[in-house]
């Protein structure tokens, strides 16, 4: 069974502040979303990386895809309470059949203002 | 186009009773999804449809629920009886392609008595 581990879990920081989540795998996925959720609300995406190492940006938000692409992260830099939420990735298996992505569990974000 | 729509968005009901969630997916998108959404376990795939075929229900919990996709723009999905254990929040979602960009719905949120 292919899974995502999300951490942290839970994270409260001060407006302003910079932070970092991880999304990690034992399994290589041939791509990684990040998607996030308000209350209330469906998940809604943010960004697919592909390739191993890259790097995108999404205004203060900076995602990574690992080398090995088994792991990505997301960078807040100046963290606002827009950015309050649940943040989930999901992986697409390579080289198999399915068309499903499979998601992690989130780390849910709460900024303070 | 506005976007997945779900119905109904909240559904209390007794132990026992019959619950039908409804999902009408965005036009032209070609999968569909059903997810349940619980604090402890995350968003987990229960079922999902190509092309209005279902591939994969290996996540259906048990034989008390069924999801059905008579056409390209509507899908169900059954519970009968409903249980207490299954108080969660239900997402459809859809995408152009397997493994794309998945666009969810606001959710039906259920509470079983």
């Known amino acids: 069974t292919q899974l995502l581990e999300q951490s942290p879990q839970f994270l409260s920081i001060q407006e302003g502040e910079n932070l970092t989540v991880y999304c990690n795998s034992s399994?290589?996925?041939?791509?990684l979303q990040w998607y996030r959720q308000e209350p209330g609300e469906g998940p809604v995406l943010l960004v697919t990386v592909v390739t191993g190492g890259e790097v995108k940006k999404l205004k203060r938000l900076t995602f990574q895809f690992g080398d090995a692409r088994k792991d990505s992260s997301l960078h807040i830099t100046a963290a606002q309470p827009g950015d309050t939420g649940l943040y989930l990735c999901a992986g697409g298996t390579p080289m198999n059949r399915d068309d499903k992505i499979i998601f992690g569990k989130g780390t849910r974000l709460h900024i303070l203002p | 186009d506005a976007g997945v729509i779900q119905s109904p968005r909240h559904e209390v009901t007794e132990m026992g009773q019959e619950v039908t969630l409804r999902c009408k997916p965005i036009s032209g998108h070609d999968y569909l999804f059903w997810y349940r959404q619980t604090m402890m376990r995350g968003l987990e795939l229960l079922i999902y449809f190509n092309n209005n075929v279902p591939i994969d229900d290996s996540g259906m919990p048990e034989d008390r629920f069924s999801a059905k996709m008579p056409n390209a723009s509507f899908s169900t999905l059954k519970i009968q009886p409903s249980e207490p254990r299954d108080s969660a929040v239900y997402f459809c979602?859809?995408?152009?392609?397997?493994?794309?960009?998945?666009?969810f719905g606001p959710g039906t949120r259920l509470t079983v008595l």
């Open positions: 979602a859809s995408s152009l392609g397997g493994g794309n960009e998945q666009f």
């Open positions: 399994s290589v996925f041939s791509s």
